[in-house]
């Protein structure tokens, strides 16, 4: 099984609706991710999250809100998606090794139309 | 505002060659520097990785060049095999603090068999 686990893989949705995708881990780390991926544009950060009482804005965190439910698991939320928050949607976590590799999961791909 | 910049968008080499992808940053605060591999439906896995500290590092056909003093650091593959067919983003951090990874746009690499 994934380390990292993000569902589902592929939604398609309508403009104003409720999207929640999630993210649970099995590597025991407290910090989690959510960036998006857009060609041309690479990896931008949307929320994270250092342990359950502590959640913090990334740079691009408008129309998204996050939920830490537990240390394993991290959802975002997209209240009243829009057409261009269709996109490739990343959950990432990250130990407390010196290297500060983040570790992905497979990707949600959403698509708003 | 783009804090790392990628080039190119997308490269062609034959297998045997050597592919050079290069980033430049402005954030000299900046003191982590990984490159990660992006297979086609997958999530990004850290390649390799480099600290300021060193102006080259070596791990296999992979080489990351860093100069400091131009903000600029590139990876080389050497001897490029079909297999290392991904899209490679650059990455930079501080590896104090938050720990944010600011991406570059990402380079699509295809190798010609």
């Known amino acids: 099984d994934a380390d990292v686990t993000q569902t589902p893989r592929n939604r398609i949705t309508k403009t104003g609706k409720r999207i929640m995708l999630e993210c649970s881990q099995t590597k025991g780390h407290d910090r989690m991710y959510w960036y998006r991926q857009d060609p041309g544009l690479g990896l931008r950060l949307i929320y994270y999250s250092f342990d359950v009482k502590d959640i913090n804005k990334g740079e691009i965190s408008d129309g998204y809100s996050v939920s830490r439910q537990a240390q394993a698991k991290f959802s975002l939320s997209l209240e009243s998606a829009i057409p261009n928050q269709t996109a490739l949607y990343f959950c990432a976590t990250r130990g407390d090794s010196y290297t500060g590799e983040l570790f992905f999961g497979e990707g949600s791909r959403l698509t708003v139309l | 505002q783009q804090q790392v910049k990628q080039s190119p968008q997308s490269l062609i080499v034959q297998k045997g060659g050597i592919s050079i992808i290069n980033c430049a940053y402005e954030?000299?605060?900046?003191?982590?520097f990984p490159w990660y591999q992006q297979f086609p439906g997958k999530g990004p896995a850290l390649l390799i990785a480099i600290r300021p500290d060193v102006s080259e590092k070596k791990e296999g056909r992979f080489t990351i060049s860093f100069n400091k003093s131009a903000k600029q650091f590139s990876l080389h593959i050497m001897d490029s095999q079909p297999g290392d067919s991904a899209t490679y983003f650059c990455?930079?951090?501080?590896?104090?603090?938050?720990?944010?990874?600011?991406f570059g746009q990402g380079t699509r690499l295809t190798i010609n068999p």
């Open positions: 990455a930079a951090t501080t590896i104090q603090g938050a720990q944010k990874l600011v």
């Open positions: 954030n000299t605060a900046f003191d982590y």
